[in-house]
């Protein structure tokens, strides 16, 4: 079992992210491939299985607004280990753009009942705050989450 594991890990690594990355994960990601496409990449990541992006993710800080940033995230068809093994970059690279950033407060959305969304922002330590009504450009509702620390 232990050497399984290693296998299916080795196949995936970490690079920063491209805004083409994420056309491949998800052709459907149009709006926010707008939203990003004049944003700062800093804190953004793709994970690829194999060489092929799997997933897209990223912190963005709120201008004007220091301690406060949100993040996304996209993940194409990464399996069960690839959710395994993103879950924990994504929280390592949270709590390494927590320290750089000096973040106070991290929001993420989900649309509305969602559950495989919901349930992994509670692993990711986040809470749900809220409901915000027609929230997307299709005017879909969503649920506000964060994390927050007293820096």
Excluded: K
Excluded at 31 to 43: I, N, P, Q, V
Excluded at 115 to 130: D, K, N, S, T, V
Excluded at 132 to 149: N, Q
């Amino acid at each position: 079992m232990a050497s399984d594991t290693m296998t299916q890990q080795s196949l995936y690594s970490l690079v920063p992210f491209q805004l083409g990355d994420l056309r491949i994960v998800s052709p459907a990601s149009a709006a926010l491939s707008r939203y990003l496409a004049s944003g700062d990449y800093t804190h953004a990541w793709t994970a690829l299985r194999n060489g092929f992006p799997i997933a897209c993710a990223g912190i963005q800080p709120v201008p004007d607004w220091p301690g406060r940033a949100y993040c996304w995230s996209i993940l194409g068809d990464v399996g069960r280990w690839g959710l395994l093994w993103s879950t924990r970059v994504i929280l390592a690279q949270i709590e390494e753009t927590r320290i750089a950033l000096s973040l106070r407060r991290l929001e993420a959305t989900c649309l509305l009942n969602w559950r495989p969304g919901m349930r992994w922002l509670e692993i990711l330590g986040f809470q749900y705050e809220g409901r915000m009504i027609a929230y997307d450009p299709d005017g879909r509702d969503h649920m506000l989450w964060a994390r927050t620390w007293r820096n």
